[in-house]
């Protein structure tokens, strides 16, 4: 049973214009949260973070917002581009761990 | 700068076959760990080590062993390759698990 949900396999964005992506997890136990971004043949690299103190963070043009009583948090892209096209995964620490939802395919289309 | 290393890049196995993934980081990180990553599944972890001589099970371990003899390298054997394993895996490390994780380029496997 995945506790770390990314329920929309894929995203197109015209370039420009904002990308949002969605995480879901289900242990109100995680308090450390990550996105990581993922290019064809090369491994995941980090990209921004929040801890459950905050509720948003920002990085240049990637904020990441968490809303703790739904257990949701999400990635916003201002302004897209297409070196943004890439795999993007949410993962959240869970102890010693660090467990990863299904990741989400974006497109930026210019 | 090498960061994580990972050999060799591409492998192919017939059911049965054993081999070893290798993995290498020069950051003096404590913790390392492996992940698989499948198609709709996401980032699934393996095994992992918090330093050296400690390793424990992660998500998926069965059919993998591994062992931490140095901070440096964090090889993962596969005792019978099964074409259930075919699949990119992952080697990644960081100073503790609450830092950010830096991942080596992968390992292509199948398994025929």
């Known amino acids: 049973d995945q506790q770390v949900k990314q329920n929309s396999p894929s995203l197109s964005v015209q370039e420009g214009r904002i990308s949002i992506l969605n995480c879901d997890y289900t242990n109100s136990m995680f308090d450390y949260f990550l996105w990581y971004k993922k290019y064809p043949a090369e491994g995941p690299t980090f990209l921004i973070s929040i801890s459950s103190i905050k509720d948003k963070n920002e990085d240049g043009r990637f904020t990441v917002f968490l809303n703790k009583s739904a257990k949701h948090l999400s990635l916003h892209i201002v302004p897209s581009q297409p070196g943004d096209s890439a795999v993007y995964f949410c993962a959240a620490i869970d102890g010693n761990k660090l467990v990863f939802g299904a990741g989400t395919i974006l497109r930026v289309k210019s | 700068n090498a960061g994580v290393t990972q050999t060799p890049k591409f492998q192919v196995l017939k059911t049965g076959q054993s081999m070893t993934l290798q993995c290498a980081q020069d950051m003096n990180h404590e913790y390392m760990s492996w992940y698989r990553q499948d198609p709709g599944m996401g980032l699934r972890l393996i095994h992992y080590?918090?330093?050296?001589?400690?390793?424990d099970q992660g998500e998926v371990p069965n059919g993998y062993n591994v062992s931490r003899s140095t901070t440096e390298d964090f090889p993962l054997r596969l005792l019978s390759a099964a074409p259930s394993q075919t699949s990119v895996y992952f080697c990644a490390s960081s100073y503790t698990t609450n830092e950010k994780l830096f991942f080596g380029s992968g390992t292509q496997l199948s398994v025929l």
């Open positions: 080590s918090v330093g050296a001589g400690i390793t």
